[in-house]
C-alpha cells in the first residue's frame, strides 16, 4: 500500500496552532467533567508540539558536539 502525500499550505506549527485554538474553544463549551479535561490535554499538547517544532527549526539550535 502506498503513503498518500499531502502538499499542506501551511507550516506543522500553524496547523497545531489552530488545532490548539479550536480545542481550547471547544473545551469551553463542554460542560465540567472528563470530557472537557480531555479536550484541554489536547489543545495543551498541540501548543508544546508547536513550540517544540519551533525550537527544532530554530537558526540558533545546535548539533550535540
Known sequence: ???RHV???TSLEERLAEQAQRLHAE???L???IERER????AR????G?????WLRSPGLQPPD
Open 31 to 33: 460542560p465540567p467533567g
Open 45 to 48: 499538547q498541540a501548543e508544546i
Open 1 to 3: 500500500m502506498q503513503r
Open 39 to 42: 479536550t484541554i490535554r489536547k
Open 7 to 9: 502538499k499542506h499550505t
Open 27 to 29: 473545551a469551553r463549551s
Open 50 to 54: 508547536a513550540h517544540i517544532s519551533e
